[in-house]
């Protein structure tokens, strides 16, 4: 199993990123997915999941400013952020639901 996400960098406060995940070495289509995050000095923190069949669910405190997505047809999934907080900033990472694995992360800082 690999799993690369990219997509991090400095944002302002309000503004916006979109991470993206590329996954291998396992069968992307019918595998849920999801984005975890680990401040600094902070344990890892579940972000939103995505089911093989496209049900998705959030944290609250993403909730109507976060979407998760996937595109089966390039073995890819996405986090769309949008209104970033301070409180976001953090290493975001994509894991492979049944096993757990993940991959290297992004990091994402929100400051003015």
């Known amino acids: 199993v690999q799993l690369q996400a990219s997509g991090g960098g400095l944002v302002q406060p309000g503004g916006s990123l979109r991470l993206s995940c590329a996954a291998s070495?396992?069968?992307?289509?019918?595998?849920?997915m999801h984005w975890l995050r680990q401040a600094p000095g902070k344990g890892p923190e579940w972000v939103s999941l995505?089911?093989?069949?496209?049900?998705?669910s959030y944290k609250d405190s993403v909730k109507g400013r976060f979407t998760i997505s996937r595109d089966n047809s390039k073995n890819t999934l996405y986090l769309q952020m949008n209104n970033l907080k301070p409180e976001d900033t953090a290493v975001y990472y994509c894991?492979?639901?049944?096993?757990?694995?993940r991959g290297q992360g992004t990091q994402v800082t929100v400051s003015s």
């Open positions: 894991v492979m639901t049944e096993t757990n694995q």
């Open positions: 070495g396992f069968t992307f289509p019918t595998s849920a």
């Open positions: 995505i089911l093989a069949d496209g049900t998705t």
